[in-house]
């Protein structure tokens, strides 16, 4: 039997969310359900009445109810939910106007700015002001290339009141990679920065975002932040604007939020663009938003009293799920910088200074911190600390077992994992589980997930493709430029021709014995060495045990009709890839995993690649291995870093096992 790491306590569970929704499940529905597991069975057998009793449970605030909540579950691609609906998502996240904190804004500098939920309603109404005066009208563009102040956060709740479609990248990103997907847009406004710090450096953008600017025909106003210079200059940018010129001074101000059907685009994300030019998928405002209440609500437990934070930037998809909590009433901390500057306790320091309760983070920080042997619950006051969400990729047992060794041993580890494809989340956390290592404590509320095996089969504790059954509100509306949705449905839906499920293109394992999920990374990146499919994360977690390792990327070299695992390793300090280190290494994976994951060659590499978002990305560097091109290496955190692995390309076509 395994042994959870933490288990909730009874007073725990009466005081979660979680524990409200059931009895409001029982009370509506005549039931009896005790358990976790008897609330998700329900709410994937009776897909309808569980959205709708979510609508009710979370307060979605409409000014036309719905007239039926889906119509047809077999239409996957293409159900529409909650027809007859409208809504605003701008005004379900402003309906608080008190003196209560939304925004706590800080940064690597040691800046502090704050924002009341009164002071953001009043700041807001002033912008969508000024947006309405030039033309924003429902269904335009309005666009950010920003780092993550509350600026941006404003900016994008002045759009949404006015029904405009919402998209964002981080101002870290180069000009090209910011083209490549907002160009596609056609967006009418743009709102950008001066500048950002990170490491201790200032960095200016003006040059950045005057060549987005000038290659945008269809930009009407560029308005700019000014952030690390007090009055920049503008002149290069066309249609540009200061923030305090371009915002109305009139006070006092209602906003007229725009009311529209439940599936008018809210939101259009950003595949990483790894594999060629980013996708844009359009997102509704109804499925954003009771999506990501549900998960704020039930399985982050967030209540009005909480202060949550995400180490995160606007190009990721937890930005946009973290202004959700602004309809919770919490209090949000946003972050700019290097969460890592001056020291591996910045943010420790933080969650002590401003009580944060919830703290969200990837599991790439996690391990950062690991294998420097940081220990943030000796150091910090951690005691407000009651849950830690974490997502961006699969977090081995290992790391588990370091949160609450180092961090806290007493608190809700929220593991969490979906896709900027849905802005949300199929597998997630319950605060009323135990936690297991290196397990996504359970399936999510509606989301009719499953492990299937090659044929198309379901399968338990063994590793298989991530579907899900059923489809779900917060689904892409569609892909934008794609209009026959050929692209959709080539992403998620023709994999399994016969079987009509949505393939996320993860690689997972379902636990019969918990019911967590073990997460072993991206199954394009799956390794097949005679046949036989491995997960990149089977081998990364015996390799954290190692001190002389600080990260790692395996990856497939076809070869000689077969395929063989290349391992490179990046060392931590004081250390080299002596033969007796390789020997380490091949050992412990015989070990702790199999022999059929011990690689053929292992190499020295002086960085590992990421995406914006922070995953590994291996299949940029399996397609230069295998002589195939690369594109968009500006979807990555450092290009740079493939110069390497570009370099000894030809060699490892020539090297022997």
């Known amino acids: 039997m395994k042994e959870p790491l933490w288990v909730p306590s009874e007073e725990r569970k009466r005081q979660a969310n979680m524990t409200r929704f059931i009895e409001y499940v029982n009370a509506r529905h005549n039931r009896n359900f005790q358990t976790y597991w008897d609330l998700y069975q329900w709410s994937v057998e009776n897909i309808p009445d569980f959205w709708a009793t979510v609508w009710d449970f979370v307060g979605i605030i409409a000014s036309r109810p719905y007239a039926w909540v889906v119509d047809d579950l077999?239409?996957?691609?293409?159900?529409?939910?909650?027809?007859?609906?409208?809504?605003?998502?701008?005004?379900?996240?402003?309906?608080?106007?008190?003196?209560?904190?939304?925004?706590?804004?800080?940064?690597?500098?040691?800046?502090?700015?704050?924002?009341?939920?009164?002071?953001?309603?009043?700041?807001?109404?002033?912008?969508?002001?000024?947006?309405?005066?030039?033309?924003?009208?429902?269904?335009?563009?309005?666009?950010?290339?920003?780092?993550?102040?509350?600026?941006?956060?404003?900016?994008?709740?002045?759009?949404?009141?006015?029904?405009?479609?919402?998209?964002?990248?981080?101002?870290?990103?180069?000009?090209?990679?910011?083209?490549?997907?907002?160009?596609?847009?056609?967006?009418?406004?743009?709102?950008?920065?001066?500048?950002?710090?990170?490491?201790?450096?200032?960095?200016?953008?003006?040059?950045?975002?005057?060549?987005?600017?000038?290659?945008?025909?269809?930009?009407?106003?560029?308005?700019?932040?000014?952030?690390?210079?007090?009055?920049?200059?503008?002149?290069?940018?066309?249609?540009?604007?200061?923030?305090?010129?371009?915002?109305?001074?009139?006070?006092?101000?209602?906003?007229?939020?725009?009311?529209?059907?439940?599936?008018?685009?809210?939101?259009?994300?950003?595949?990483?663009?790894?594999?060629?030019?980013?996708?844009?998928?359009?997102?509704?405002?109804?499925?954003?938003?009771?999506?990501?209440?549900?998960?704020?609500?039930?399985?982050?437990?967030?209540?009005?009293?909480?202060?949550?934070?995400?180490?995160?930037?606007?190009?990721?998809?937890?930005?946009?799920?973290?202004?959700?909590?602004?309809?919770?009433?919490?209090?949000?901390?946003?972050?700019?910088?290097?969460?890592?500057?001056?020291?591996?306790?910045?943010?420790?320091?933080?969650?002590?200074?401003?009580?944060?309760?919830?703290?969200?983070?990837?599991?790439?920080?996690?391990?950062?911190?690991?294998?420097?042997?940081?220990?943030?619950?000796?150091?910090?006051?951690?005691?407000?600390?009651?849950?830690?969400?974490q997502t961006g990729s699969p977090l081995s047992a290992e790391g588990f077992e370091y949160v609450y060794r180092e961090i806290k041993g007493d608190l809700h580890f929220n593991s969490i994992s979906g896709g900027t494809d849905i802005n949300g989340c199929f597998a997630a956390g319950s605060p009323i589980l135990p936690v297991y290592a290196g397990e996504v404590q359970a399936p999510a509320l509606g989301m009719k997930i499953k492990a299937y095996d090659e044929n198309g089969d379901p399968i338990y504790d063994q590793p298989g493709e991530l579907v899900c059954e059923a489809p779900s509100p917060s689904m892409p509306l569609y892909f934008w430029n794609d209009p026959d949705g050929r692209k959709y449905r080539e992403a998620y839906f023709e994999f399994y021709p016969n079987r009509n499920v949505w393939r996320h293109g993860d690689y997972i394992i379902m636990h019969s014995d918990t019911g967590g999920i073990t997460f072993l990374g991206r199954s394009d990146a799956v390794l097949k060495p005679s046949g036989v499919r491995i997960g990149t994360a089977e081998i990364y977690r015996p390799l954290e045990s190692l001190p002389e390792i600080a990260d790692a990327l395996a990856v497939g070299q076809n070869w000689k009709g077969d395929q063989r695992i290349v391992l490179f390793v990046k060392l931590a300090p004081g250390y080299a890839l002596t033969e007796e280190l390789k020997e380490k290494i091949r050992r412990t994976l015989r070990e702790q995993a199999s022999p059929r994951h011990v690689p053929a060659i292992i190499l020295e590499a002086p960085d590992i690649p990421y995406t914006l978002n922070l995953k590994k990305v291996e299949t940029a560097v399996a397609n230069i291995l295998n002589g195939r091109p690369v594109v968009n290496r500006d979807a990555l955190m450092n290009p740079e870093s493939l110069d390497f692995y570009q370099r000894i390309a030809s060699m490892l076509q020539r090297m022997e096992d």
């Open 74 to 389: 077999t239409r996957f691609p293409g159900a529409r939910w909650f027809i007859g609906a409208e809504l605003n998502f701008a005004e379900n996240l402003l309906r608080h106007r008190d003196d209560r904190l939304a925004f706590v804004f800080r940064n690597e500098q040691g800046q502090r700015q704050t924002m009341t939920y009164a002071e953001l309603y009043d700041t807001v109404a002033r912008l969508a002001a000024s947006m309405r005066r030039i033309g924003v009208r429902p269904g335009d563009r309005v666009v950010a290339y920003m780092p993550n102040r509350i600026e941006t956060a404003v900016a994008m709740l002045a759009a949404t009141s006015l029904g405009a479609v919402w998209a964002s990248v981080g101002l870290d990103l180069s000009a090209p990679a910011a083209l490549d997907r907002l160009g596609q847009l056609g967006p009418k406004v743009l709102f950008t920065a001066d500048g950002y710090f990170y490491k201790g450096k200032r960095f200016l953008t003006l040059e950045n975002a005057a060549e987005v600017a000038k290659n945008i025909p269809s930009l009407e106003k560029v308005v700019v932040v000014p952030y690390v210079t007090e009055a920049p200059d503008i002149s290069a940018i066309p249609h540009a604007v200061r923030w305090e010129e371009f915002l109305t001074r009139e006070r006092g101000l209602s906003i007229s939020f725009e009311q529209l059907p439940f599936e008018h685009p809210v939101y259009i994300m950003f595949s990483s663009g790894t594999t060629g030019k980013p996708k844009c998928m359009v997102q509704s405002a109804g499925g954003v938003l009771i999506s990501q209440l549900r998960e704020l609500i039930l399985h982050t437990d967030l209540k009005r009293e909480d202060v949550i934070t995400y180490i995160t930037s606007p190009s990721w998809m937890m930005w946009n799920w973290l202004l959700s909590s602004l309809a919770v009433g919490a209090t949000i901390v946003l972050y700019d910088g290097n969460p890592n500057h001056p020291d591996p306790y910045a943010m420790w320091r933080i969650v002590e200074e401003e009580r944060i309760t919830i703290f969200g983070c990837s599991a790439s920080y996690i391990n950062a911190l690991r294998n420097q042997g940081i220990s943030p619950g000796k150091a910090c006051d951690l005691s407000s600390l009651r849950e830690i969400s």
